[in-house]
């Protein structure tokens, strides 16, 4: 009864493997090994299951590559101050200059749309990169659609193809954790292997 969907839902991800931009994804390592060897550190944000991502890609960027990182995702108490206080427009950008970012640290989005001003739409996002752009930190993403603000801005982006307009959101977040799990387990990038791939057959 769901085998249709099943099919073409796994043949789409299929597609969308090989259409991703392997080049944009080799200089998102080059930069990250950039922020590494300047001591820099990298905030990743997002909103909804990008916020989700952020949270688990933290974990795996200081474990398995020794970049210092962080998200705003992991305090909901002043993720909510800070939407009560100031708005949610800004509880990103407020945040990152509340972390003293500078230009050796980078900002990781995960986002499908990328952010856009004027449609109103993320805007937590277009502002915190406006602050990273302002102050010369590097700017890093992986989006869906036509990428938003974040592929206007960024030094490296990813943006995941679309091959079926109704699926735009889950492959996108899908892609998100393929991309980022891709980069920390790179052999010349990782500084640890992952605790079953260094475990013994």
């Known amino acids: 009864m769901y085998k249709d ?15 991703l931009d392997r080049e944009q994804i080799n ?45 705003p995702a992991d305090n909901v108490s002043e993720i909510t101050a800070r939407t009560n206080d100031d708005g949610f427009h800004t509880i990103f950008s407020n945040w990152l200059l509340g972390s003293n970012l ?28 406006k602050l990273a752009k302002e102050i010369g930190a590097k ?3 992986v989006v869906g659609r036509d990428g938003g603000y ?26 998100q954790a393929v991309v980022w799990h891709l980069i920390v387990s790179h052999p010349k990038f990782r500084s640890q292997k992952g605790k079953w791939e260094s475990v013994a057959k």
């Open 139 to 141: 700017v890093l993403g």
């Open 5 to 19: 969907y099943i099919n073409s839902y796994l043949e789409e991800t299929r597609q969308i493997a090989e259409q």
């Open 27 to 71: 200089k998102m390592i080059n930069v990250l090994q950039g922020v590494r060897d300047t001591k820099g550190r990298l905030f990743i944000i997002g909103v909804g299951g990008g916020a989700g991502h952020a949270s688990h890609a933290v974990n795996d960027f200081r474990k398995l590559t020794s970049i210092e990182a962080y998200t």
């Open 150 to 175: 974040t592929a206007q801005v960024a030094d490296a982006c990813v943006i995941v193809p679309v091959v079926n307009a109704e699926n735009v959101t889950p492959h996108t977040e899908g892609y």
């Open 102 to 129: 500078n230009e050796r640290d980078a900002v990781l989005v995960f986002s499908v749309g990328g952010g856009n001003a004027e449609k109103n739409v993320s805007a937590n996002i277009v502002e915190a990169l």
